[in-house]
């Protein structure tokens, strides 16, 4: 698929990985749908880049009924949606058994519930949509991409709930790749390493430093612009479906 053709539903499109994604499409030529819980943010990115191009729906990925109608939605202003990249997340770091304690259920199930529920109840929906679509020369009615993270596989102590949610990511993928194939619909997921986002603001020097050390080559934190290079390489390489790719600099996280 062609950058210029992508009309794309970006969650978590107002920060970080999400808003790098939602600003190379742009400038590619495409649309976004900005899903996020992030009202102001979301209007900035609107206000910066237009409203022919972005629209921003204040949506909670593990909402049904809020999902179901903001992608109708955005298939009414846009005419139609062909892409999905899923970056709404949450990172809620905890012990199983703390000083305190057990941990408190509810702290396991929300990440779940946004990480790994939301993911898939955005895809449930937007696939849905894209089916209507006329396919291209190619047979491609559409593409997904969700991020998972290197925590899905070498999750670090306090990540038991994260990496189980991005576990959760990986697994679905190839299934539902199987099951979209016959629609033309491509599955993809991005595990990230250690990317520069407002999830590390205001990290010390030296824990920044360490966690740079961590990476293989090159030796510092990634850029969210990477994230949304390959983002692009997995709309536009037809061939790319069912697998996980890791976007890492060969980064292999540590027990703590
Ligand atoms: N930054 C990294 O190093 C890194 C590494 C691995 C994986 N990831 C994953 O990449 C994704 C994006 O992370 P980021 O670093 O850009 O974080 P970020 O905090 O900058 O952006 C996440 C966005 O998701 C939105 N969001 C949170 N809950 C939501 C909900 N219920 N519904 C809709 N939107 C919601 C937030 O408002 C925010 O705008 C996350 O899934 C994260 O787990 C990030």
Request: with cysteine; glycine share 10%.
């Amino acid at each position: 698929m062609e950058m210029h053709e992508i009309i794309a539903i970006v969650t978590g499109g107002a920060s970080g990985l999400g808003e790098a994604t939602t600003r190379r499409i742009v400038a590619a030529g495409g649309k976004v749908a900005v899903f996020d819980m992030n009202e102001e943010r979301g209007k900035m990115l609107v206000d910066e880049l237009g409203e022919d191009h972005v629209l921003f729906l204040k949506t909670d990925v593990a909402n049904a009924e809020n999902v179901e109608a903001n992608v109708a939605e955005a298939v009414s202003v846009f005419g139609k949606v062909n892409a999905v990249v899923n970056c709404a997340g949450i990172a809620t770091p905890g012990k199983v058994v703390s000083k305190g304690g057990p941990m408190i259920l509810d702290r396991f199930e929300q990440v779940i519930r946004i990480n790994l529920t939301g993911t898939f109840n955005v895809i449930r929906v937007a696939a849905a949509a894209m089916m209507g679509n006329e396919p291209n020369a190619e047979g491609e009615r559409g593409v997904i991409v969700n991020t998972a993270s290197v925590a899905a596989f070498e999750g670090q102590i306090g990540q038991a709930a994260y990496s189980a949610s991005k576990g959760g990511v990986v697994g679905m993928t190839l299934p539902i790749a199987r099951e979209f194939a016959a629609y033309g619909i491509r599955v993809m997921t991005i595990a990230p390493g250690l990317v520069e986002t407002p999830l590390f603001a205001g990290l010390p020097e030296p824990a920044r430093n360490a966690l740079e050390e961590l990476t293989l080559f090159p030796k510092r934190l990634g850029h969210p612009e990477e994230y949304a290079r390959l983002v692009e390489s997995i709309f536009t390489n037809p061939l790319l479906n069912g697998e996980t790719i890791r976007l890492d600099g060969a980064i292999r996280m540590q027990p703590k």
